[in-house]
């Protein structure tokens, strides 16, 4: 019988790759993992339409599996969450497991998050266009600029910022392209927005409940850019100061954003990584008696507190894919994980 081993699926399509056709970090963390563990590892491409094979195969041959696919990237991403259980149901460890993916990933966790440490008050998950109409308007006037966040998406896609000037038209700006709307009132506005909502699908298993977008308060301070923590499983490994390009909203690698990468120990990131250890009781109940999940982020955007001390707000949470090509000397720390697991 051959030795099991511990595998890296990926999608064979998508922007995240390197000159060989692989993510640039998968092959980093698979030669740390075998360092660590004396164990194989192998690459693997997700094709739907040779799913099935593929289980079969990683049923066959897999201890553990490393999924590192942007869900974004994918058509039937409930489909993909099935096959993950299936291969967990027949006893292959999953990271990140589909349980926690369909909790964390999305950004309705910042409204569940309400009335814990990470939770922002402001923050609104609308499933529905019929619940956003009852209440989206209403908040635009209260506070003259929102942000919406559809609630799968990824490198700013469908976020937008959305502000009500004194003549009651209203302007948006997209995140990803930094790409601008003008529409003559609230009225317009909402009708346009209409076809953003889309319908459940019945045939889901794990997205049922999940379409729509999630509105929270502007943060003026994202000029200064967003914090990123690194985390693997329960431990901060790094913190990524991301700063947009000048008059930009967006602080993805893509749009010209800046990265400076820094150790969680600097004492101006105390706060924040405390208020990320912290949080970790509050993110506890959505593992859905999973682990933690190997490799993410919690991203956070500044604010001031009541005294105009600094204080942070999670802007979202990120456990499919997170990219660690420029900070390879994480993958040491990935590797620890399993080298607890499966030493021999
Ligand atoms: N509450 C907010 N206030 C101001 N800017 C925000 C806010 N939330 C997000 N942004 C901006 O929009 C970008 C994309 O939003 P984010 O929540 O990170 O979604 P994703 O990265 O999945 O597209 C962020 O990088 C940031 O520049
Ligand atoms: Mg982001």
Not at 165 to 187: H, L, Q
Request: hydrophobic share 35%; proline share 3%.
């Amino acid at each position: 019988m051959s030795e099991k081993r511990i595998f890296i699926i990926e999608y064979a399509k998508g922007s995240d790759k390197g000159f060989d056709g692989f993510r640039p970090d998968t092959k980093p963390i698979l030669n740390a993992i075998s360092e660590a563990t004396g164990i194989d590892t192998e690459v693997v491409f997700y094709r739907p339409n040779r799913k099935y094979d593929l289980l079969e195969y990683l049923k066959e041959h897999a201890y553990a599996v490393i999924s590192r696919i942007n869900p974004g990237n994918l058509k039937a991403v409930d489909e993909y969450f099935q096959f993950l259980k299936a291969l967990s149901n027949a006893g292959v460890e999953i990271h990140t497991h589909p349980d926690v993916m369909i909790n964390l990933d999305f950004k309705d966790i910042l409204a569940k998050l309400k009335g814990t440490k990470l939770g922002d008050e402001g923050t609104h998950f609308y499933h529905t266009y019929t619940e956003f109409v009852s209440n989206f308007p209403a908040l635009l006037d209260n506070y003259g600029i929102r942000v919406l966040k559809t609630n799968y998406g990824s490198t700013g896609e469908g976020v937008y910022l959305v502000s009500k000037k004194e003549d009651g038209s209203i302007f948006t700006v997209e995140a990803v392209n930094n790409e601008k709307y003008y529409y003559e009132d609230i009225n317009e506005f909402l009708h346009k927005f209409e076809s953003n909502f889309e319908a459940d699908d019945e045939n889901a298993a794990y997205f049922q409940g999940k379409a729509g977008f999630v509105g929270c308060r502007y943060l003026e301070r994202i000029a200064e850019g967003e914090i990123r923590v690194l985390l693997v499983g329960e431990k901060i490994v790094s913190v990524v100061h991301k700063k947009p390009q000048e008059g930009a909203f967006s602080a993805t690698l893509f749009s010209g954003a800046q990265y400076k990468y820094e150790s969680p120990d600097e004492p101006k990131w105390k706060e924040v990584v405390k208020l990320t250890k912290s949080g970790l009781k509050d993110i506890n109940p959505y593992l859905s008696g999973q682990q933690y999940p190997l490799l993410w982020t919690m991203d956070y955007i500044m604010d001031y507190d009541a005294d105009g001390k600094d204080s942070y707000v999670l802007s979202e949470i990120n456990c499919s894919c997170v990219g660690i090509s420029t900070q390879l000397e994480v993958a040491k720390e990935v590797a620890k994980v399993f080298k607890k697991r499966f030493k021999k």
